[in-house]
């Protein structure tokens, strides 16, 4: 088993010593005071200002404190860190798990500390400051230097108040990116396991998968917490859960089921999120420590304003590289294009769509600032002023102020990188499409005009390529069933691996399973008892095969009717398997008996979906057009089905899709015994419009190629029929595939100690199940 451990011999990492004398960063509202500056001092003062501003997170490297209050200070975390791995890997497993969260704890302490520090040291030093715009403002450089020297004082003084000398230290890369990467909680998902305490283990695997959605052996160690016994899906909690990214994902959400007060919302609450993230990630720059540009000895020619311009170039870079770590989701490489006009563009829809046009004026008025010219949205705009009944005072609405500063300081900032890029041989990569072309010097024009000419033709060559299914499925296979017909193929459907069968049930077994949903669904299952789960125009009813055989057990339904649900499963996996040639292991994932009631109130004009647009085994995107086979999505499904069991019913049919969720490649219209089978991949975005009225009966039917994410509830309910000396025509597995699923579990090794497996329950990754 390997570690992303970058420890040579797990020997502690140096630290970096920096210089005791440091300066201060800029006060806020420093910059218009420049204006008033002569225009020979300007350029020198913005080296300096600049400077303050760099350099003032070296006054952090080491404080003077010390003494007996020594430990009640912050310890380095990256110490902590160390002595927690060494713990563990002599299995001293309380001592390990209490330094691993110590490091933990630490190192968020350290960043709160540090921006406290920057908060209140931002009125050091302004008296000074403001000489520079007084008589006495012809010793500029005195009184800058005044300034940068109170400024360092305040924030050596605070830091140290807080902090070990030690621990002020920069620590090295290679645990910065233990710590990105969330390996402590790969440590102490073990750790714990180890301790037996469950819980604590199952939400630091969580933590870590969420970062490291590729891993199978944490993914695996996940899904035997998940079935042992005291283990609850509320333990599997994210610990660095980033607000953000949760209330983006709820306000997609809210507006896929075209809930658009709640989506506006939501769009608010994670813009205001994200700029307080990228504030915070700024004033990190600022604050924790950096080295000193490279001296380049005897043959150095650089002097203190050239020191002073590399340092400052530094600091920009830093600040500007937030918008990408900002708009990077845990465990992806890429950040999210256009993150902030993205939200701004939801945002003013949602606005519009839920009333509050004045409101929808000023976010497309924010959004315009990224892109004044763009024509969609300057019709919008006309649009809002017109619904607006000509309002002479919505044209005075104005974009949001903090939009407006956001906006000012990144294009200066910008204008310094871009100088700096042009003349002192700085390199810098622009994260921002927006950047307007006249903020690029004349001469970085041509390359920059290059490089923004591939990213458009490459956006262009992902909306043409067609999509290629990687399933190892390949549709055309023989159908045997006598009476099932195909009644369309992936020609007629206008995609990959679909199809529709129809005669798989007839109208007499189509009656029986409606007759089992009447009696025995339950309102809300699978959806942790929420009547409506997509939209509250409908009610969701649900039912397995597991809880119809206990019902027939106790005499509450008709038994024949359960044994013909569970027959159904089998019925549609050999005829799929047969179709879409499928490898030789192919088994149900889940089975669940589902109906959508129309409510009822008045459902004329609905707008909203039955089931939203999306993928089955993974997080799809629709404005980046990316899926993310990473959880909460059920990243085992390889093969889903839809039986029909009526049509007396309006709306409800099925409709697939592109990847950007809009543009509807083919319908299904719901009929009994008619079956829709499709690969649960990127290839095939589905949804179902909305039920108006009546109720919409279907089996929804999920397959794996994995054996270890077989539908255990079918086995149990197999074994109860079992043991009424009952018997289940049922074929036989291939043997090889016994021995699979002990070869899926790795060795035992420090990323592996999860226990083997038990009984389990339903394979739930989320509180949904993507009925369809």
């Known amino acids: 088993m390997k570690f992303p451990f970058r420890f040579s011999g797990l020997t502690l990492p140096i630290r970096s010593h920096s210089s005791s004398s440091s300066t201060p960063s800029p006060a806020v509202g420093a910059a218009p005071r420049t204006m008033a500056l002569r225009s020979e001092h300007f350029t020198v003062y913005v080296a300096v200002t600049f400077l303050a501003a760099a350099v003032s997170n070296l006054t952090t490297g080491v404080s003077g404190a010390g003494g007996p209050k020594v430990l009640s200070l912050l310890q380095p975390y990256d110490f902590l860190y160390y002595s927690g791995v060494r713990a563990y890997y002599g299995e001293e497993w309380a001592k390990a798990a209490e330094l691993l969260e110590k490091s933990i704890q630490t190192r968020e302490a350290l960043r709160r500390v540090r921006r406290q520090c920057h908060d209140e040291c931002v009125a050091s030093g302004t008296d000074a400051l403001n000489k520079l715009d007084s008589e006495e403002g012809s010793m500029w450089d005195l009184w800058a230097l005044d300034w940068i020297q109170q400024r360092a004082e305040c924030l050596r003084f605070c830091i140290g108040r807080s902090i070990t000398p030690a621990g002020q230290l920069s620590v090295s890369y290679d645990i910065e990116y233990e710590f990105d990467t969330r390996n402590p909680y790969n440590f102490l998902q073990v750790t714990y396991y180890k301790l037996e305490k469950l819980k604590k283990a199952a939400s630091a695997a969580h933590t870590y998968f969420v970062a490291n959605p590729s891993h199978l052996e944490m993914r695996n160690n996940i899904e035997k917490y998940r079935r042992m016994e005291g283990v609850t899906e509320d333990d599997f909690q994210d610990r660095v859960m980033e607000k953000h990214w949760v209330l ?194 004349e001469s970085l024009r041509e390359n920059w005009r290059a490089e923004k000419q591939k990213i458009n033709e490459k956006i262009k060559e992902g909306d043409q390529v067609e999509e290629v299914d990687d399933s190892g499925f390949y549709a055309g296979g023989p159908v045997h069933q006598v009476g099932v017909t195909i009644t369309m193929d992936d020609e007629v459907l206008n995609g990959t691996n679909r199809v529709v069968f129809d005669g798989v049930m007839t109208q007499k077994e189509c009656d029986k399973i409606l007759h089992l949903a009447t009696v025995a669904a339950s309102l809300g299952d699978g959806y942790r008892g929420r009547r409506s789960p997509h939209t509250p125009h409908e009610t969701f009813e649900g039912l397995t095969v597991l809880r119809a055989v206990k019902l027939s057990q106790e005499g509450l339904v008709n038994q024949s009717d359960t044994r013909l649900l569970h027959e159904l499963g089998e019925r549609v996996k050999t005829l799929l398997h047969s179709y879409f040639r499928s490898p030789p292991g192919l088994f149900i994932s889940f089975t669940h008996l589902v109906c959508r009631s129309a409510t009822t109130e008045n459902q004329e004009g609905r707008m909203d979906l039955s089931h939203p647009v999306h993928v089955d085994n993974c997080l799809l995107e629709p404005e980046t057009k990316q899926c993310w086979r990473e959880p909460p999505a059920f990243i085992h499904r390889d093969l889903s089905a839809i039986l029909y069991l009526n049509d007396d019913f309006d709306g409800g049919e099925l409709f697939f899709t592109k990847r950007d969720a809009k543009t509807v490649t083919a319908r299904v219209k719901p009929s009994c015994g008619r079956l829709v089978g499709f690969s649960s991949g990127p290839v095939n975005p589905h949804g179902v419009t909305a039920v108006t009225r009546g109720r919409r009966c279907a089996l929804a039917l999920w397959f794996t190629k994995e054996k270890i994410y077989r539908d255990m509830e079918r086995e149990e309910a197999e074994a109860l029929w079992a043991t009424d000396g009952q018997s289940v025509l049922k074929k036989d597995e291939d043997e090889e595939e016994k021995e699979k699923e002990g070869s899926a579990t790795a060795g035992r090794n420090a990323r592996n100690h999860a226990p083997k497996e038990r009984s389990r329950g339903r394979n739930v990754v989320s509180g949904g199940k993507d009925e369809l």
Request: aromatic letters at 10%; a negative charge; glycine letters at 6%.
């Open 248 to 441: 983006y994902d709820a306000a997609v959400q809210h507006e896929a089921s075209s809930d658009w007060l709640q989506a506006a919302e939501k769009w608010k609450a994670c813009l205001n999120e994200t700029l307080w993230r990228m504030e915070e990630c700024r004033v990190q720059c600022e604050v924790a420590p950096q080295p000193l540009p490279e001296d380049r000895g005897v043959d150095g020619v650089d002097g203190l304003f050239e020191k002073a311009a590399a340092l400052s170039l530094s600091l920009l870079s830093c600040r500007q590289s937030c918008v990408t770590q900002v708009a990077t989701r845990p465990g992806r490489i890429s950040a999210q294009e256009d993150f902030l006009p993205t939200q701004l563009e939801h945002l003013h829809i949602a606005q519009f769509k839920s009333g509050d046009v004045r409101g929808a004026v000023q976010t497309l008025g924010s959004f315009l600032l990224f892109y004044p010219s763009d024509k969609d949205s300057l019709d919008n705009l006309q649009l809002y002023y017109e619904t607006l009944g000509g309002d002479v005072e919505s044209h005075g609405i104005q974009p949001a102020r903090e939009i407006v500063n956001y906006i000012n300081q990144s294009l200066q900032e910008k204008r310094l990188l871009y100088f700096g890029a042009e003349n002192l041989n700085f390199n810098f990569s622009d994260p921002d499409l927006w950047t307007p072309e006249d903020v690029v010097p």
